[in-house]
């Protein structure tokens, strides 16, 4: 345990959540992973227990926490299954934040309950086929007509994308001003002229989808215009740098169920008439996989620390988002080589763990993004 004290709420969560997914989650999250299904059910629950709008306030419908009893929250989950995970991270950091910080009361009134409820699901759709670090070149287009704008163009890699019903898409208002001409909307899927395109079939997080998203000539009211015209690449940016926290914490839990997995197999497994956690060869992978993961749950909480302090923290964002997702690469390649043949194979859980990591280093800003979001904050002094 960690010496950073947690108060009785933060511990109440973490526990509600590890006891939901040691019991509900874990038994299932093997199949879900092969058969690739979208886990409703569990989303349900999931919702029922507050951790689909964490830190909404009740009056919006939500559960009115902080950011650390989020990644609490989240770790737990995703221990059991990252897929889980992501689809939880998502509507609270990428579509329920952006909404309770850059709405208007009418539009907070009108999407945050049902969202934070869990009644809805929501969905965050930036990047586009040619379009994915480079999220200022975006070449969705919203042109005014009246009292709407009329959307068109393709989004990629929309993580919930299929389960959606509410869409923050991000589309040009004046392509020649770049990431200037970015504008955010809050979209209802069910809107005319909204295809789902692609569902893309992936290495890892298998039970959570991915798809494209098509607008074609989609009529969406000036209402749900999220912030100004040309405000959407800031709003993306910022409700970004909350998401890679949520991100963080995946990561932290993917590697640490990946250690926890490793001890048990090396106590058990024996090689040379002893168990194999007797050589030193086991023990300094396991010191350094422990050593790792507490290094980067300490950064991931304290970027949750400064968010909850209104602390400027993009920085320690990045920092927690490239550590932890570094770590559990490297965390669950280790667990394998500790499992031998046996963790090259389906009938152990590390090679799922291994796979669901490899996405935290590309989603919400590949690690190199995250190099270059760090060294921009250092080069300016923060
Ligand atoms: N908060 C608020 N504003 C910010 C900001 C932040 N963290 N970072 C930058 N900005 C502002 C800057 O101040 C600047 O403002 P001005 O125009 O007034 O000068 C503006 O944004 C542009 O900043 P940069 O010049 O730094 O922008 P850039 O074009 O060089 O891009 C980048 C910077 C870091 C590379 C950025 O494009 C980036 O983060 N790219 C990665 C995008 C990403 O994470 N995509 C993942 C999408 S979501 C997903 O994965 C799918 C899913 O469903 C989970």
Redesign the pocket.
């Known amino acids: 345990m960690s010496i950073i004290e947690l108060t009785d709420e933060q511990q109440m969560i973490r526990d509600l959540a590890r006891d939901f997914a040691v019991n509900e989650i874990k038994p299932i999250a093997s199949e879900l992973d092969k058969e690739g299904k979208f886990p409703k059910d569990l989303v349900k629950k999931m919702a029922d227990l507050g951790f689909m709008g964490i830190f909404i306030s009740e009056g919006y419908g939500g559960s009115g926490m902080d950011t650390l009893s989020y990644v609490l929250a989240l770790e737990e989950i995703c221990k059991a299954c990252a897929s889980t995970g992501?689809i939880m991270s998502?509507n609270n950091s990428?579509v329920c934040e952006p909404i309770y910080k850059f709405g208007t009361e009418e539009q907070k009134k009108r999407y945050l309950p049902p969202l934070a409820k869990g009644e809805k699901l929501g969905?965050?759709?930036?990047?586009e086929p040619a379009a994915?670090?480079?999220?200022?070149s975006i070449k969705a287009t919203a042109v005014r007509d009246g009292n709407h704008y009329i959307i068109h163009g393709t989004k990629n890699?929309?993580?919930?994308g299929p389960e959606a019903d509410v869409i923050i898409l991000f589309a040009s208002t004046d392509i020649s001003k770049?990431?200037?001409g970015v504008t955010v909307f809050i979209v209802d899927k069910e809107a005319q002229g909204i295809v789902v395109g692609k569902v893309e079939h992936k290495l890892g997080i298998r039970a959570s989808s991915?798809s494209q998203i098509i607008f074609d000539g989609c009529r969406v009211p000036i209402q749900n215009r999220l912030g100004d015209e040309g405000e959407g690449?800031?709003i993306?940016?910022?409700t970004?740098?909350g998401?890679r926290i949520g991100i963080g914490a995946q990561a932290v839990g993917i590697a640490q169920v990946a250690l926890e997995e490793a001890v048990t197999y090396s106590k058990e497994r024996e090689a040379f008439s002893q168990p194999i956690s007797n050589f030193q060869g086991i023990q300094f992978m396991l010191a350094d996989m422990a050593t790792r993961i507490e290094a980067a749950r300490l950064l991931v909480w304290q970027a949750a620390r400064m968010k909850d302090r209104k602390m400027k923290f993009?920085k320690q964002a990045a920092m927690a988002k490239l550590f932890a997702s570094e770590t559990a690469m490297w965390v669950t390649t280790k667990a394998i080589q500790i499992h031998g043949g046996y963790g090259y194979t389906t009938d152990y859980p590390i090679e799922r763990h291994f796979r669901d990591a490899k996405i935290t280093e590309?989603?919400?800003?590949?690690s190199e993004?995250q190099r270059?979001?760090i060294a921009?904050q250092v080069l300016k002094g923060f």
């Open positions: 992501v998502v990428l969905c965050f759709s930036l990047s994915g670090s480079d999220a200022g890699w929309v993580t919930n770049m990431h200037q991915t690449f800031k993306a940016m910022n970004l740098d998401g993009t590309i989603y919400e800003g590949t993004i270059i979001v921009n």
